[in-house]
């Protein structure tokens, strides 16, 4: 079955260091591949996503992913966190069904200390 | 320029309760999607609607669960008799199309709790 794994559920970057929050996806296709963020009292806001083509993929906010197929991963990363990028993050991959099915992990929460 | 608007944003219900949540989807886009997103998960695909058409309700858990689109645009999702284990956020999306490409417009959630 399909499934998405981020392995960890809290992270504590310094603000201005850097980020990568880990995706690991099981599908026997040729995966479709998000990430999402998700703010106190707000609903789920894309990042970017991967379809095809180049496997490093650049985002909104100044957020990028790199596909690797060779390890079923997909992290996301961020040179420089600010403090506003404290949230949520949740990866997705979609179902190939007719409509974009999406499975999602279980998130994983970022702290971003002074 | 309104986004995908939920109401209410929180429900409480006491158990056996019947309870309606409604999704207004971006104008204009022909795809729904319903989720379910409990404490500390990720959101679960419950249903899938293009216009009015349910086309996909593999993830509703029950039958106590119901979701229609009778016109194409608004959406409710009716829980009956509700149980604990329904409290957990209600997310609904929208897209303009229904091709794997088109981004989905996540509205802000109900929380329902459920006593």
């Known amino acids: 079955a399909q499934s998405v794994t981020q392995p960890d559920i809290h992270i504590t970057v310094s603000e201005g260091a850097s980020l990568e929050l880990r995706c690991n996806y099981s599908?026997?296709?040729?995966?479709?591949l998000f990430w999402y963020v998700q703010s106190p009292g707000q609903g789920l806001q894309l990042l970017l996503k991967?379809?095809?083509?180049?496997?490093l993929v650049q985002g909104i906010k100044g957020f990028e992913a790199e596909f690797k197929r060779s390890q079923s991963s997909f992290n996301l990363r961020k040179p420089s966190v600010h403090w506003s990028d404290a949230a949520e993050y949740f990866c997705a991959v979609a179902i190939v069904t007719g409509f974009q099915k999406l499975v999602f992990g279980t998130g994983t929460r970022l702290l971003v200390s002074p | 320029g309104a986004g995908v608007s939920q109401s209410p944003r929180y429900k409480v219900a006491k158990r056996g309760q019947d309870v309606a949540l409604r999704c207004d989807p971006i104008s204009g886009h022909v795809s729904l999607f319903w989720y379910q997103q409990a404490l500390g998960q990720g959101p679960e695909f419950l249903t899938y609607?293009?216009?009015?058409?349910?086309?996909?309700k593999s993830g509703l858990p029950s039958d106590r669960f119901f979701a229609e689109r009778p016109e194409g645009s608004v959406s409710t999702l009716k829980i009956q008799r509700t149980q604990q284990e329904d409290s957990a956020v209600y997310l609904c999306?929208?897209?303009?199309?229904?091709?794997?490409?088109?981004?989905?417009?996540f509205g802000p959630g109900t929380r329902l709790t459920v006593l």
């Open positions: 609607f293009q216009n009015e058409a349910q086309l996909d």
């Open positions: 999306a929208s897209s303009l199309g229904w091709a794997m490409r088109n981004e989905q417009f």
């Open positions: 991967y379809f095809s083509g180049d496997t």
């Open positions: 599908y026997g296709a040729t995966p479709y």
